[in-house]
């Protein structure tokens, strides 16, 4: 089973940039589509964005041209860069396979607070 460890979450000032990492343990995540999501209070868990193994991307609408996914497969690690960060991208944001696939465990996930 696939262990994630989401890190790089804080607080910030609208217009601020953050840097999310996601580490996986074991091989799967070489070959497998990775993809960020968020959760905010009282609010379903929304898809952000994904990448596939060979490196595509895609973004949910509201994150298009702010944030940028990517991947390091030797490192077995994701990446979520967040820039011009809005209010409204406050939540807990979490890392696992994509839409479609079967996930992994869910991490604890990271805090990120944007202030206005």
């Known amino acids: 089973q696939v262990q994630l460890v989401e890190s790089g979450g804080g607080w910030v000032q609208a217009g601020g940039s953050l840097r999310l990492s996601c580490a996986a343990s074991?091989?799967?995540?070489?070959?497998?589509?990775m993809s960020w999501y968020r959760q905010a209070p009282g609010k379903q868990r929304e898809l952000v964005a994904t990448i596939t193994s060979a490196g595509s991307t895609n973004y949910a609408d509201s994150v298009k041209g702010r944030f940028t996914i990517s991947r390091d497969n030797a490192k077995r690690t994701a990446y979520l860069q967040m820039n011009s960060l809005k209010p409204e991208d406050t939540a807990v944001y979490y890392c696992n396979t994509s839409p479609g696939l079967p996930t992994w465990s869910w991490g604890q996930g990271t805090q990120v607070t944007v202030s206005s």
């Open positions: 074991g091989t799967f995540f070489i070959i497998n589509p």
